[in-house]
């Protein structure tokens, strides 16, 4: 099989389009989480509610809110994402437990198609939070490698002569209170990629997306 020839410093970027979607044959509509949220928003929610599947590429860094208006069309009510742990300033040493904020609304009728969220090593922090945040649609499947586990917000110190500490302000954790920090996201099929894979340009974990979505009938 001949090789592409590719500039390797960018080995590390994340893969999108100009669009922040493409179609994968008539009924799978792959979703780059980090793309167009709030211009193409609206346009990629109506999209999704026609097709049977829907793939979230979220191997990035996400930095949209906008990204969060999309729930109430997957979850059948109001759901919390995580719970912290935030440290009690009058108590030092001591921490509390804060349940996030609820997404999504009163649904009777959620999507009810497949969802699958692809996640690897290029997840680190917010990219974390958008997993465990996708992952609050019901029945939906994680598959990719072990994500970083760097959830959380860094607070930094200057030290002087422009040097400066940082440590992550609190803990994160799935509402159930498994830890994610150090540990990564969850993920439900361990996909791992290959020297092999890298020199040709493949994408094993989408190849998998699509081979779970055959046994399903969905192509």
Not at 12 to 37: A, C, H, L, P
Not at 135 to 147: D, K, L, N, Y
Request: aromatic fraction near 12%.
């Amino acid at each position: 099989m001949p090789v592409t020839q590719r500039n390797w410093q960018y080995i590390n970027k994340y893969t999108f389009n100009d669009k922040g979607y493409e179609m994968i044959g008539q009924s799978i509509i792959r979703v780059y989480t980090d793309q167009y949220w709030g211009k193409n928003a609206d346009t990629i929610k109506a999209l999704m509610r026609t097709k049977r599947a829907i793939i979230f590429d979220a191997r990035s860094w996400m930095d949209d809110d906008a990204f969060y208006k999309i729930f109430d069309m997957f979850l059948p009510g109001r759901a919390p994402i995580n719970y912290s742990t935030v440290i009690m300033p009058d108590d030092p040493g001591y921490f509390k437990w804060v349940l996030s904020p609820k997404i999504g609304g009163a649904n009777s009728r959620p999507y009810s198609g497949t969802v699958i969220i692809l996640a690897d090593e290029r997840c680190q922090s917010q990219g974390e939070y958008t997993v465990m945040t996708l992952q609050t649609i019901p029945h939906s499947v994680t598959i990719g490698s072990q994500t970083c586990g760097l959830d959380g917000v860094d607070s930094y110190f200057p030290m002087g002569g422009g040097m400066s500490i940082s440590h992550s302000g609190y803990g994160i954790y799935y509402p159930d209170k498994t830890p994610t920090q150090q540990r990564g996201v969850r993920i439900d099929i361990q996909v791992k990629k290959s020297v092999k894979n890298i020199i040709r340009d493949e994408d094993p974990a989408l190849q998998e997306a699509l081979k779970y979505l055959e046994t399903k009938d969905i192509r």
